[in-house]
């Protein structure tokens, strides 16, 4: 069993700065890949950022140079920086990790979301 657990969203004024923070726990034989997506109302989930196991990471458009994704390969961490919030970065944030159970079977495994609310 692996459990996947956010934390850091809330209510903030655009300009102003968020932090999430993301563990998994459980089952873990090894991660690939960890990352954030978000899903506003009326809207599929998409990707914000993401982190690879050897530390590569890649953005969404929208938020270059205003997020930064971290890691801890250790604990199991992720973390989300944000920075210069938009009312548009309004979203339900949910953690990502992909990661293999044992040595061949691989599980791609959510977070239950953490909501980020900007007001303008």
């Known amino acids: 069993q692996v459990q996947v657990v956010e934390s850091g969203g809330g209510l903030v004024q655009a300009g102003g700065s968020l932090r999430l923070s993301c563990a998994a726990s459980?089952?873990?034989?090894?991660?690939?890949?960890m990352g954030w997506y978000r899903q506003a109302p009326g809207k599929e989930r998409e990707l914000v950022a993401r982190i690879s196991s050897g530390g590569s990471t890649n953005y969404a458009d929208s938020v270059k140079g205003r997020f930064t994704i971290s890691r801890d390969k250790a604990k199991n961490t992720v973390s989300l920086q944000m920075n210069s919030l938009k009312p548009e970065d309004t979203a339900v944030y949910y953690c990502?990790?992909?990661?293999?159970?044992?040595?061949?079977?691989?599980?791609?495994?959510w977070g239950q979301g953490t909501q980020v609310t900007v007001s303008s």
């Open positions: 990502n990790a992909y990661l293999f159970i044992n040595s061949y079977a691989v599980k791609n495994c």
């Open positions: 459980g089952s873990i034989y090894d991660i690939n890949g």
